[in-house]
């Protein structure tokens, strides 16, 4: 059977999820993009990994709007006038929401709901309709959980209100993200957060601080958990697996010296050449109405360097079998991966990146999620195995000195009992105390929840229950959801109760 035919007989695919199934086949079909025969050998052997980003990219991976500007002055392209009320403002977005591209044929940003809505709430139950409606329309129209939103770091009412409905009307879509910052985020709209958090898998809370910081300038999270400019966004996000690299060292020392620079240069040559032929062969930038109006400018993106498996990586290289006694559990594996991640940061860092002058003509790390293939041997990013986690404030405190390098996103996913419900101020100076010790983001929900976390974006288990039987899912990313499970234990993590360490 054609690979054609498998797409167009598959149950459990809806209409719109076989068309851009069939587009992706296209892209990855083609030969436009050039590759050298290392970066080739390094995908057979699983040392790099391109995430099937294809051979034709006519598109950056992730596009971050300035929505602000859509509100400000419209749309030409489309034909939109700067919206004057709550019901006006709401209809531009969902316009402009499906003309804007990603690797997923989704906008992986909505924007950021406090800011956008805030001029336009001038009656609480009109605002409550109209965002009802809203959120209704994304989920039932931008079916894909990489779809993301962010709300504060200050408070208001759309706040509140948005995270009413989130617990009210527990959808998947879209994610959601607090951009959390103690000066200017009220304890009593954090704790809101922590609560909603706990029933609906979100908001999770990004570290407003350091990403401001670090960012310079205005950013947002987007997709999983990536941090990336407001007006840009990424251009490709290939990735190394650092176990499967490990896997042809002769030691810990020959991985370093010899092993790591070498996979290192090969993905980064592959990214220049990718985002070469974005920029100067594809269309985008020269004429698409995103580029043509200021939405996004072409010098506020950069490419995204993965990193998976570290976990992995550091038990092989140290000859450890137990994962119970390794990273995570081991001073030696915590000290070697900081080592490695210091490594790639050096050579990330001192590469020229090529059109990104916006970010210091320099690439960024990201610790990707993973994927379904990955199974258990790379763990997604820099987390410690599922099912070998330790004890809350160790696991907090191993993953805040991991986070320090990846400017464009990382995060882990933490799994509480019912018994914290009662007591979200404790789970907030919990949260507080890890982005004190440099922890950049936090993510955590309830066991017992329909909406689910699975590695950085959300599932519903009932859906995953419908897959199993053979049906479709609105939601594209249920199928991840359920290959994570079936072959990553992704839905397994330890359970944290309350009173624990």
């Known amino acids: 059977m054609s690979k054609v035919s498998e797409i167009i007989k598959d149950p459990t695919l809806t209409y719109q999820q ?21 970066f080739l050998e390094a995908l057979e052997n699983g040392a790099l990994c391109d995430l099937g980003e294809g051979l034709a990219p006519y598109r950056p991976r992730y596009i971050v709007p300035d929505y602000e500007l859509l509100m400000k002055k419209g749309c030409e392209f489309l034909g939109i006038e700067p919206p004057t009320d709550i019901w006006e403002a709401t209809n531009a977005l969902l316009i402009f929401y499906k003309h804007v591209p990603s690797i997923t044929s989704f906008p992986v940003y909505l924007g950021n709901f406090s800011t956008l809505f805030a001029p336009f709430d001038t009656d609480e139950a009109m605002t409550r309709k109209a965002l009802k409606l809203f959120l209704q329309h994304i989920d039932k129209t931008l079916t894909d959980s990489f779809v993301h939103a962010n709300i504060g770091p200050e408070e208001n009412r759309v706040g509140h209100i948005v995270l009413e409905l ?53 950013y947002a999270i987007v997709s999983c958990y ?7 966004g ?15 060292a002769k030691d810990k020392d020959d991985f370093l010296n010899n092993i790591l620079p070498h996979y290192v240069e090969v993905l980064l040559k592959n990214m220049d050449q990718r985002i070469t032929y974005i920029v100067e062969e594809s269309s985008f930038f020269k004429s698409n109405f995103l580029a043509k109006e200021g939405f996004v400018k072409q010098e506020n993106f950069t490419g995204m360097f993965g990193v998976v498996g570290l976990a992995e990586c550091t038990n092989k290289l140290l000859g450890i079998t ?14 070697l991966a900081s080592k490695i991640l210091d490594a790639i940061h050096d050579m990330v860092e001192d590469h020229h990146g090529v059109y990104c002058e916006g970010c210091n003509d320099t690439y960024v790390m990201h610790a990707q999620v993973g994927i379904d293939s990955d199974g258990t041997d790379n763990s997604p990013g820099c987390r410690i195995p599922i099912g070998n986690e330790p004890d809350l ?28 419900n009662k ?13 004190k010790s440099g922890m950049r983001y936090f993510t955590g929900y309830n066991a017992d929840n ?32 359920k290959g994570a499970e079936e072959k990553g234990k992704a839905l397994s993590r330890r359970v944290y109760e309350k009173g624990t360490r």
Not at 234 to 248: D, F, S, V, W
Not at 423 to 435: R, Y
């Open 393 to 420: 404030r160790d696991h907090l405190l191993l993953e805040a000195k991991m986070h320090k390098h990846f400017v464009s996103g990382i995060g882990d996913i933490f799994k509480f009992d019912e018994t914290w």
């Open 234 to 248: 990424g251009y490709t996000l290939p990735r190394i697996r650092l176990y499967y690299a490990a896997l042809q």
């Open 166 to 218: 989130t617990q009210e009307m527990q959808l998947a879509i879209p994610n959601l993200t607090l951009l959390y910052n103690p000066e200017k985020t009220s304890e009593a709209f954090a704790r809101k957060c922590v609560e909603c958090m706990l029933e609906t898998s979100k908001p999770s809370f990004a570290n407003d601080e350091l990403y401001s910081k670090d960012m310079n300038g205005d």
């Open 322 to 335: 137990d994962k119970n006694k390794g990273y995570g559990h081991s001073k030696e594996a915590e000290e």
């Open 18 to 38: 076989q068309v851009l199934t069939l587009a992706r086949l296209a892209e990855s079909e083609d030969d436009s993009l050039p590759r050298d025969p290392e």
């Open 450 to 481: 329909d909406v689910v976390r699975v590695t950085g974006y959300l599932v519903k288990r009932s859906e995953i229950e419908r897959l199993r039987n053979n049906e479709a899912s609105l939601n594209q990313v249920t199928a991840y959801g």
């Open 226 to 232: 990536n941090a990336l400019k407001v007006a840009g």
């Open 423 to 435: 007591n979200p101020q404790a789970l907030l100076d919990i949260i507080k105390g890890a982005f």
